[in-house]
């Protein structure tokens, strides 16, 4: 039984194109794996990440703060403490801090002459009241102790609420 | 032993006749035990193509070619995405139950994977070596019980439900054989306490028995089939819930209360940004171990007589429906008889009162002659309009239907003008009075957060604007230099009214007058209404910062001013007054 050429050629190509289709498929099933593995590894990550969520709320919970505010002795805000931006006029960095607008506060600063560096940090971890009462006293000289990506409402009453409690 | 071979075929070529094919095609070469029919002739002895095997070959042939067909099928043809999409639904299913937030997307409730502890009997090697070594992470466990369970014949038995973290290492570390864990989905409630009436209660099973977990139940879990994963916002603000949450547990403490409530609502869109009820109770724990007492929730689901606060709404009716102005004169010289009932007033005057003074010094005899020029036709229906006849919950399924008199006659308009023998609940009178501060519109109140500006179209209105202006500035008069003194605050003026009432005698007619009611209702700011609160106290008792006085304007009046002085600045409220002027004050 003879073949002919072209004949032998047809059938070399074709064990040629299924043993290409195989390892194709091959490799198709290998990522497929990886991705149904991936897809494992995400729900794990999820639970893990709504796990992570809820225990950052019940942290940051406003009785929580509220209660490791009031060891540090602090107080609810009062109503004069809250202020416009337009209050802090005589306070540009601030002023231009709160209105969100890092550039205009970098400006400002450099505008202004340089602060005189800060006190050294007392090496030892300081007391609750010890630590409060720093930044109490350095925040009526410097009220723009807010960074610009504090919001604007809450820079406001944190950054007073300190230095209500010098008074 | 014996055993029956079939006998050996003589090996001298000579053919036998060819057997009969079976039904089962024996192999080649092998033989049949159970054929008897007798020697066979050995493979190999006749030609290539004989029959059998040609049949033989055809039968493997035919196999083979089924086999390659169907590896063929599976390597090249084979659906592609089985694996993913299995995988994507194990994503989505993850999620069983939406999310609870707050107004401003801050989580109130959430589902965790929590894992539960079994046990298997059957691999336990010392039931009461492992129920020490539980009781070491579980201490409020009962050896003896514990020690039945892991010696049961079964294969399962919880041992406990939904362990947290810690106790799930603890466990782990306790290295028993046959104890096991199996995933479960748990519900938390990462802010405690907070909210937690509205937020509900759920049995030991994990089920929602009470507070918006109920009454939303079927939105929570639409979740499971993939079609809203979306958080569930409620209207509430979380950070006001807590400063009314605190202060109201400040001051029923102080005044050893037997409960309280607190609303604040939106008076333009009916949206409720704090409710609280007191004792509070955590959503955290089953309500099987929760105190019966605190599961009420007093804001929706307790009625109360509320006293003079209904004041306000009688003046209101009376101002809308052109019978009153502010200055019209009433006589309060004599206690008012209607009937067989005398009606007396608490601080007396013994005067003519204008309708100012009748609601800064509380005067019943006062409200009780100005219902009578309203009637009390009129003034059923009004209170009617204004929701005090009807169970108002927002979207709670627990909710109290308010008590009301059987026939509105004289006696009863005219105790109903001043507050008694009628009991709603505190969120009624929030509503009420929100009606007044925003021009005279009643909406229904609501827990769930709206887009601005869509809920004035479900309102009915039922005060001309004029009349809920006047209104307001009476209660301001109420606050400024009434027996409100104490709700106001500092650059937020609040106007309200105080409500003292004496509780009807258990098991009998008449008030007990040791026992009673204090609350205040009110709205701030004053000159631009936004917010519409209510403060209750059940039974408070004088406290020696009151100088054992236990009236509305010494209880519950400051906690307004302490919450709305914390809260407006949370709410984007400005000072009335500004910054410098506020300073130079203090």
Known sequence: MTLSRSTVLGFAGLLALAAGLYLAKTEAERVRERVAGLQEQLVEERKALRIAEAELVWRAAPARIEAAARTLGLEPVVPGQVITVADLSRAPVAAAALAGDPVAAAAAARARPPRPPPPPEPPEPATPTASATPSASAAPTAPALASPQVPAQAAATTSLSVAETDQ | ?586
């Open chain 2, 1 to 586: 032993m014996t055993r029956v071979l079939p006998p050996k075929p003589k090996a001298d070529g000579a053919r036998p006749a060819k057997p009969p094919l079976k039904g089962r095609a024996a192999p080649a070469g092998t033989y049949d035990p159970l054929d008897m029919s007798g020697p066979r002739s050995r493979p190999g002895t006749r030609g290539p193509l004989d029959g059998r095997m040609v049949f033989l070959l055809g039968c493997f042939a035919f196999g083979f070619a089924a086999l390659a067909f169907r590896a063929g099928q599976v390597a090249l043809f084979r659906d592609v995405d089985v694996a993913r999409t299995s995988a994507r639904a194990a994503v989505e299913q993850s999620v069983d139950r939406a999310d609870i937030t707050d107004r401003n997307g801050v989580l109130l409730a959430t589902s965790v994977t929590a894992f539960s502890l079994y046990a298997d009997p059957e691999r336990i090697w010392d039931p009461v070596e492992t129920a020490r070594a539980l009781r070491t992470v579980f201490p409020q466990m009962d050896e003896a019980g514990l020690i039945r369970k892991l010696s049961s014949k079964s294969r399962f038995e919880f041992i406990q439900r939904r362990l947290t973290p810690s106790q799930k290492r603890a466990v782990w570390e306790l290295a028993q054989p046959g104890l096991e864990f199996v995933e479960e989905s748990r519900r938390v409630y990462p802010q405690g306490q907070l909210a937690g009436h509205l937020l509900g209660l759920s049995n030991r099973d994990g089920d929602p028995v009470t507070g918006i977990e109920r009454a939303m139940n079927d939105r929570l879990t639409a979740a499971a089939d993939g079609t809203g994963t979306e958080p569930l916002a409620l209207s509430i603000d979380s950070r006001v819930q807590h400063v009314v949450e605190a202060e109201l547990d400040q001051a029923a403490r102080l005044h050893q209360a037997a409960g309280g409530a607190a609303v604040i609502l939106d008076v333009h869109t009916g949206e409720v940004i704090a409710s609280a009820s007191w004792p509070q109770v955590d959503p955290n724990v089953p309500a099987g171990r929760q105190a019966n007492a605190a599961q009420v929730n007093r804001a929706v689901n307790a009625v109360y007589e509320m006293g003079s606060t209904f004041k306000v709404f009688t003046v209101a009716v009376g101002l809308n429906d052109g019978i009153l102005s502010p200055d019209k004169v009433y006589d309060a010289r004599q206690p008012l008889t209607i009937g067989n009932r005398r009606i007396n007033d608490f601080h007396a005057e013994n005067r003519a009162l204008t309708v100012q003074e009748i609601l800064s010094h509380s005067s019943n005899i006062g409200t009780a002659r100005i219902a009578a020029d309203i009637g009390a036709l009129r003034l059923e229906e009004f209170f009617g309009r204004l929701g005090l006849t009807a169970p108002v919950a927002g979207e709670l399924k627990e909710v109290s239907r308010p008590i009301l008199p059987r026939r509105w006659g004289r006696i009863q308009a005219a105790t109903a003008s001043y507050g008694h023998g009628i009991a709603v609940t505190p969120m009624a009178v929030a509503a009420g009075y929100a009606a007044i501060g925003n021009d005279g519109t009643w909406l229904r109140p609501t827990f769930l957060a709206r887009a601005d500006g869509n809920a004035a179209a479900s309102g009915r209105s039922v005060l001309s604007p004029i009349a809920a202006r006047q209104t307001v500035q009476l209660m301001r008069e109420v606050v400024a230099h009434g027996t409100g003194g104490r709700a106001d605050v500092d650059g937020y003026p609040v106007a309200g009214k105080t409500g003292t009432a004496e509780k009807p005698r258990t098991g009998g007619g008449g008030y007990d007058s040791d026992r009673r009611v204090s609350s205040f209702a009110g709205i701030f700011p004053a000159d631009a209404p936004r917010y519409a609160i209510v403060v209750l106290l059940d039974e408070p008792q004088g406290a020696a910062e009151t100088g054992g006085v236990a009236t509305a304007g010494v209880t519950a009046a400051p906690v307004v001013s302490r919450v709305v002085a914390r809260a407006a600045p949370l709410l984007g409220l400005m000072p009335r007054r500004t910054y410098a002027e506020l300073s130079a004050a203090r």
